[in-house]
């Protein structure tokens, strides 16, 4: 069982950076896809970056030079650090956590979302 609790969201005007943390709670040491999802009003929810459980990272290509997904496995905290924002980057961003074997953002199959936070970026 994993539990996943955001935190960081907020509003900033494009040009400005925020950074998201998630903080993972496991009963279990199994390892786990992490992962960033976000969800624009009236869109589909969609991947936006993960990190494998030996620091592999991927993103999408929308944020590839601007959001940076790292984690502090002694805090059990994952991040995301957002810079470069932009309008269109606004949305709910979800924390998410895969049990199994993908290894990338493009195939992440979420077994555990957090409750997400919002992101507002205005022109």
């Known amino acids: 069982q994993v539990q996943l609790t955001e935190s960081g969201g907020g509003s900033v005007q494009a040009g400005g950076s925020l950074r998201l943390s998630c903080v993972v709670s496991t009963t279990t040491s199994s390892n786990y896809l992490l992962g960033w999802f976000r969800q624009a009003p009236g869109m589909e929810r969609e991947g936006v970056a993960a990190i494998d459980y030996d620091g592999t990272t991927s993103y999408t290509e929308a944020v590839k030079g601007r959001f940076t997904i790292s984690q502090d496995t002694a805090k059990k905290t994952l991040y995301l650090q957002m810079n470069s924002l932009k309008p269109e980057d606004t949305g709910v961003y979800y924390c998410?956590?895969?049990?199994?074997?993908?290894?990338?953002?493009?195939?992440?199959?979420?077994?555990?979302w957090g409750q997400g936070t919002q992101v507002t970026v205005s022109p």
């Open positions: 998410a956590a895969d049990a199994g074997w993908a290894s990338n953002i493009a195939s992440m199959d979420v077994d555990y």
